[in-house]
C-alpha cells in the first residue's frame, strides 16, 4: 500500500522537507537574514514569487503599519530574497495600492526598487473578477505585479499564450516581397497575455481549489504562468510569503522545486496540507469547506488530507 502521509506540525523554525518532491516549507520570517539561509542551505534559485501583506487592512486579517516602517521592512525582505537568487534569475512582486490613502504602498516600494541589484522587466495587471464597488468611483479590480530580472534569466515566451482565440484581422505588412495578414505571420491562434491579464479568474468558493480563509489567495494559473516562464523543469522557485500554498503547488504541478515561508504556522501547515490533499485527492483545494478562521484551523488533519483515492491505494 502507498504511504499515509502526516501533516508536520509547525513552530517558528521548524522546516518540513517534502520526502517525495523536494519541496520545502518553513515557519519562518522573510525579513531575518538567518532565516533565509535555513530555508535555503546555500542553494541559489532562479525565480522568486512574493506576495508580501500590502499593508492594507483585509477582513481584519492584515494590518497597517506607518509606511516607513513597512517600508524599512520590504527593503530586509528584498535584499534578503535578491541575495538568495542566482546570477541569471527573475523576482515577481504582487503588490497593492490604496486608493484611499496616496496609492501607498506602491510607488514607494517602486522608487525603494530602483537602487536594488535588478532591473525592472514590467508592470503587470491582472484583472480581478470581482471588485470593491462604489457609487462615487471606479471599482477597484485590478492587481499589480511588479517584474524584475537579475542578469539574463530565461523566459519562455510560449508560456505567455493563452486559451483565448484571437478574432481581429489585419495589421498587413510586407514579409519577404509579400504582403501578409496578422494570422499568416502568428505563431499561434490565440493571444498573448502580454502585461494585462484579464483571462485568469479570481479565486472565489465554487472553485475547487478554493482554500476558505485565505483572502490573498492567487490563482494557480496565474502561479503557473510565472513559474513556466521565468524556469525550467527541475529548477528551484522561491516564496517567502506562502499564505494559501500556490506557489508551492504550481511549482509541483510545473515539475520544479519550490522552498517556501510563512510566520504564521497555521499558514505553513496548510501549505502542507494543500500539496498532500492534491496527492491523495487531485483536488487543488478544498471548495466550499470553510478551513480557516480567525488565524485557526477550523478541520481536523484527516480532513485536510481528504479521502485517499484508488492510485494511492494501489500497491507501490
Known amino acids: 500500500m502507498a504511504e499515509v502521509n502526516n501533516l508536520p506540525n509547525f513552530e517558528h523554525g521548524i522546516v ?40 492594507v487592512d483585509i477582513n481584519d486579517e492584515f494590518g497597517n503599519s506607518p509606511l516607513d516602517r513597512y ?25 497593492g ?35 470593491y464597488g462604489t457609487q462615487k468611483n471606479w471599482m ?13 534569466p530565461v523566459f519562455n515566451v510560449q508560456a505567455e499564450y493563452t486559451d483565448i482565440p484571437k478574432k481581429t ?7 519577404g516581397g509579400k504582403i501578409t495578414e496578422n494570422f499568416e505571420r502568428s505563431k499561434s491562434l490565440t493571444i498573448r497575455a502580454g502585461n494585462v491579464w484579464h483571462d485568469i479568474q479570481q479565486v472565489f468558493y465554487l472553485m475547487h481549489e478554493n482554500v476558505e480563509g485565505c483572502f490573498a489567495q ?24 506562502g499564505h494559501s500554498g500556490s506557489t508551492l503547488l504550481g511549482s509541483q504541478l510545473c515539475k520544479r522545486k519550490c522552498y517556501t515561508m510563512d510566520i504564521n504556522p497555521v499558514y505553513c501547515k496548510l501549505i502542507a496540507a ?40 494501489m500497491p507501490a
Open 169 to 175: 484581422r489585419g495589421y498587413y505588412k510586407e514579409v
Open 140 to 152: 477597484a479590480i485590478r492587481q499589480e505585479l511588479l517584474y524584475y530580472i537579475k542578469g539574463e
Open 274 to 313: 494543500r500539496l498532500l490533499h492534491w496527492r491523495r485527492t487531485g483536488e487543488l483545494g478544498w471548495g466550499t469547506m470553510k478551513v480557516l478562521a480567525d488565524g485557526k484551523m477550523l478541520v481536523s488533519d484527516e480532513e485536510l488530507l481528504g479521502e485517499p483515492t484508488l492510485l494511492e491505494l
Open 71 to 95: 517600508m524599512a521592512w520590504s527593503e530586509k525582505w528584498v535584499d534578503n530574497t535578491i541575495g538568495v537568487l542566482g546570477e541569471n534569475s527573475s523576482l515577481y512582486i504582487w503588490l
Open 97 to 131: 495600492a490604496d486608493i484611499r490613502n496616496g496609492l501607498q504602498p506602491l510607488p514607494d516600494f517602486m522608487i525603494m526598487m530602483r537602487r536594488k541589484p535588478v532591473k525592472v522587466r514590467n508592470f503587470i495587471t491582472m484583472r480581478n473578477q470581482r471588485g
Open 16 to 55: 518540513w522537507e517534502d520526502p517525495v518532491g523536494g519541496h520545502r516549507v518553513g515557519c519562518l520570517d522573510a525579513s531575518r537574514k538567518e532565516d533565509v539561509g535555513k530555508l535555503m542551505k546555500e542553494e541559489k534559485a532562479v525565480l522568486a514569487i512574493q506576495d508580501p501583506p500590502y499593508n
Open 218 to 241: 492567487k490563482p494557480i494559473k496565474s502561479a503557473k504562468r510565472i513559474i513556466e516562464a521565468g524556469s525550467n523543469p527541475g529548477d528551484l522557485v522561491i516564496d517567502f510569503f
